[in-house]
């Protein structure tokens, strides 16, 4: 796993004297766990030290999970996001670049056991978890990466209405569009013919867009991130480029609205 070099700064996408947004790299824990595994370096840590004062996580991505991330700037600010996240009172975007061409629209509705708990995953209850997802582009390259003689990737939009651990990568396995970089639940041979001959090490996720309402003054807050460089020139390669975030702010007095909402996928739900 490649890591950003240690004087990299975070990049700030919105501060107030309550809250700010941030851009995580690739690579970088958010705080201290037992995946650290001597790691000296984490999100956390390097924010407050740039910013001279504490910050309060209030949602998690994962390690290999680039994009947008809120913290509060005080323990009051803290307890409002931290309960609009659990009552999922957000709306979470992300891009990411699957095998096969993924379905144009689809509500997957799988229920997910937790993978790092106390107990074997097969006793650990079933927890619900809903994400929707659409093919917003594809591509056919003339090479067998596997036993095919054409290799197809699709760009894919996610919405999570949950926030179970790796979801979206699991959602889109169980479905059949392991995503590009999964080590774990996605497919080796893929991930190797990415990072070998794209130039794309990493797993192709990344959290674009997170709304929520401003715990302070009860306005609505979207934060968008630009994609980092190695997935920028992946786009621009696929000719994916009309579909690259900027990176900005926007107020609204209300949630945007989704996209219509297909049939929920849901057959054989219990991802054991």
Aim: some cysteine; proline content about 9%.
């Amino acid at each position: 796993m490649r890591h950003p070099p240690d004087d990299t700064r975070i990049a700030i996408l919105y501060r107030d004297e309550h809250l700010v947004a941030v851009h995580k790299p690739s690579g970088l824990l958010v705080h201290r766990s037992p995946l650290a595994r001597g790691e000296t370096r984490f999100l956390v840590q390097q924010l407050r030290d740039q910013l001279g004062q504490r910050v309060y996580p209030v949602h998690r991505l994962d390690r290999p999970t680039s994009g947008v991330m809120l913290f509060a700037l005080d323990s009051s600010t803290a307890a409002g996001l931290n309960a609009a996240f659990t009552e999922q009172r957000v709306s979470k975007r992300y891009l990411t670049v699957v095998r096969g061409v993924g379905p144009e629209v689809a509500r997957l509705d799988y229920p997910l056991r937790e993978e790092d708990g106390p107990r074997p995953k097969a006793e650990m209850p079933a927890q619900s978890a809903l994400t929707e997802v659409r093919r917003l582009d594809s591509v056919e390259l003339p090479v067998a990466v596997d036993r095919y003689p054409q290799s197809r990737y699709s760009l894919m939009e996610a919405r999570p209405h949950s926030g179970r651990r790796h979801q979206i990568r699991r959602h889109l396995s169980r479905r059949g569009y392991p995503i590009i970089g999964d080590a774990k639940h996605g497919k080796g041979v893929h991930n190797r013919f990415f990072a070998e001959r794209l130039g794309c090490p990493r797993l192709l996720l990344a959290a674009v867009s997170l709304g929520v309402e401003h715990p302070r003054h009860g306005r609505w807050l979207d934060v968008t991130a630009p994609l980092d460089a190695g997935m920028t020139a992946l786009f621009e390669h696929f000719g994916w480029a009309g579909h690259l975030p900027r990176g900005g702010v926007a107020w609204h007095e209300s949630p945007p609205v989704s996209w219509p909402q297909p049939q929920t996928d849901s057959e054989n739900p219990v991802d054991a």
